[in-house]
């Protein structure tokens, strides 16, 4: 492992604080004020102060704040909220591209990451459907669907008895239901509150953000290192 630097160490310790902040808000309200990331994101910037060579701490910071334009578009697009954004360009601030193993990490690292991660709350939908259905519970009760339709609804939601920060993915058709599988808007719309319904999980995208940069922190960047590990493995 290579030597980290002091003032490294303490740009790492920053961003936990924040990230552990911004997370328990996002669980207790599913909001995070801005204050939150300008507070953290100045703290960042007021480190170059005591920065034994700025001028490379500067370029840095320059290189990792590509994420921002990037993390901008996916919060309009509606994938993730602007906490979430603006969490990653904090980080590019307080920590830019900073990593405790020998790995290379690029500005995109804890947001890939985090996307990696986003195959845990699918395999919890999956799991949670197999256990209803293995209870017996019609989960399917009034819709109209296809096989397949049937095994993505199982894989992108499941039925919830009490919803609760999740968006409903059913629509009535006539005298049946019918599925829709469209993109939900992470700050526009609204929980579904209507029991018995079906529901895809309104993610706390931030506590996956978190995760992303536990892991660049302790084993780099998934992709390029399963990717490196794949090749390897085939040459």
Same mark, same amino acid.
């Given at each position: 492992?290579?030597?980290?630097s002091d003032i490294n160490? =303490?740009?790492?310790? &920053?961003?936990? /604080? $924040?990230?552990? %902040?911004?997370? !328990? ?64 360009i904090a980080l590019a ?25 986003? =195959?845990?709350?699918? &395999?919890?939908? /999956? $799991?949670?459907? %197999?256990?209803? !259905? ?35 993915i059913e629509r009535k ?63």
């Amino acid at each position: 492992m290579e030597i980290v630097s002091d003032i490294n160490l =303490i740009r790492i310790a &920053i961003a936990l /604080v $924040m990230l552990a %902040i911004g997370g !328990i808000f996002d669980i207790w309200k599913r909001e995070v004020h801005d204050y939150l990331w300008i507070v953290f994101g100045g703290i960042g910037l007021a480190l170059l102060l005591i920065e034994p060579e700025p001028m490379d701490a500067i370029y840095s910071m320059l290189f990792a704040l590509i994420i921002a334009p990037i993390t901008i578009i996916i919060w309009r697009i509606g994938l993730f909220g602007g906490a979430d954004a603006f969490a990653l360009i904090a980080l590019a601030l307080i920590a830019p591209q900073i990593t405790l193993v020998e790995s290379e990490v690029t500005p995109l690292t804890t947001l890939s990451n985090a996307a990696v991660l986003i =195959i845990i709350p699918l &395999i919890i939908n /999956v $799991m949670r459907n %197999i256990s209803s !259905i293995i209870q017996h519970e019609d989960i399917f009760e009034g819709f109209n669907e296809t096989k397949y339709r049937k095994i993505v609804a199982c894989i992108y939601g499941y039925r919830s008895k009490q919803p609760k920060y999740g968006f409903s993915i059913e629509r009535k058709r006539g005298k049946s239901k019918r599925f829709s599988f469209t993109m939900h808007h992470a700050e526009n719309e609204n929980f579904a509150t209507k029991p018995n319904t079906w529901i895809t999980p309104g993610i706390p995208y931030l506590l996956l953000i978190i995760a992303g940069f536990v892991i660049q922190l302790l084993f780099g960047d998934l992709i390029v290192n399963g990717l490196y590990a794949i090749t390897t493995t085939l040459s």
